[in-house]
């Protein structure tokens, strides 16, 4: 062992503290033995001359560094909480993608800690991709001018299903134009095609809240800095834009204090393309939906073709009758109530 040490008398006589030779301790913190002069040496030398408390302080030395690592930095990240949202662009992990009908997806995407969204009601976020999208003819995007050609990046917006009740993730439903799958639309569409090509642990660059119109509960709407309040709710959405309105229903649904009256009339072309249909029919009879579909299949109940004057009358009379009903009820109320105090009177 003498010849292994002999390297090492030129730069360990002076700080070894009068030791004969440098100890595992001095191969770690000294970059000369650092470099390859070694180490395993000078641990075996340690061991065969019970040298132990050598041995042990870069074992404590790294263990302590460990935790110092985990409790400042790991553990803040892990147990951090609050908003996620903060105006700036921010990338998210994609941890779950389920495809909801053929070219409807749900991408479930991963908060630091037990993180919120931090989105009120009635905002949405906007989500960011280069515009690196292969076109089928230069400036043109499914045979028309494309406004966006020249630009960047593109932004989409999107209203996630996910509520502030849920931390340490968000859902968004998309739906997919593929290229090529419509002799209309040769070139697909943008950014839910380009989500639907992500994989699981893949990056998304998204900003917000953003939003001009908040639902605050209790049929009040917020408005560019005016409040409107209603007792009834009146909806119309199509496709994929059911998200938001998803949103302000199920906030309306799980506050009890919340008595607005919701009606909602919902458009798809087929029955395949309904998207979040169990989750529309679990919110009856608090929610009225009536659905209407442009090709409708043989046995289908709800209404057929596009929405029309028509349609837009019978979310009308589908309020009225709410309020009709709910006049009713008032006034049996008031008819008891006086006939209870006609009884007390007589008595």
Sequence with gaps: ???????????????????????????????QLAEGYGYRDLINHSLETNDYVQLMIPIIFTVIIIRIVKVFVVMPLMTKSGPFLNRKRQFVKLVQKEHLTENVVRFRYKL??????????????????????????????????????????????????????????FDIVVKSYRPSENPKFPDGGKSGYKMECQSIGDLLQISGPFGHIKYLGGGVF?????????????????????????????????????????????ANQTEDDIILRKELEALAPRLKCYMTLDRPPKGWEGGAGFITKGAFFFVFCLVCSILISRCVKVFWRILLALRRMSVLQRS
């Design 1 to 31: 062992m003498d010849a292994v040490y002999e390297k090492y008398e030129l730069f360990c006589n002076a700080c070894s503290g009068g030791r004969d030779v440098p100890t595992p301790f001095c191969a770690m913190v000294c970059p």
């Design 112 to 169: 630091p800690g037990s993180q919120t969204l931090g989105l009120y009601v009635g905002g949405f976020i906007k989500v960011h991709h280069p515009n690196s999208f292969k076109r089928q003819k230069e400036g043109e995007w499914n045979g028309r001018a494309d406004p966006e050609a020249e630009l960047d990046e593109i932004d989409r917006k999107y209203t996630p299903v996910t509520s502030e009740d849920d931390k340490g993730y």
């Design 222 to 266: 917020k408005k560019t800095g005016k409040e409107y309040k209603t007792a009834n709710i009146a909806m119309i959405a199509g496709g994929s834009g059911i998200t938001p309105m998803l949103q302000i229903i199920r906030d309306v649904i799980k506050n009890s204090s919340d008595h607005a009256n919701i009606s909602l009339l919902y």
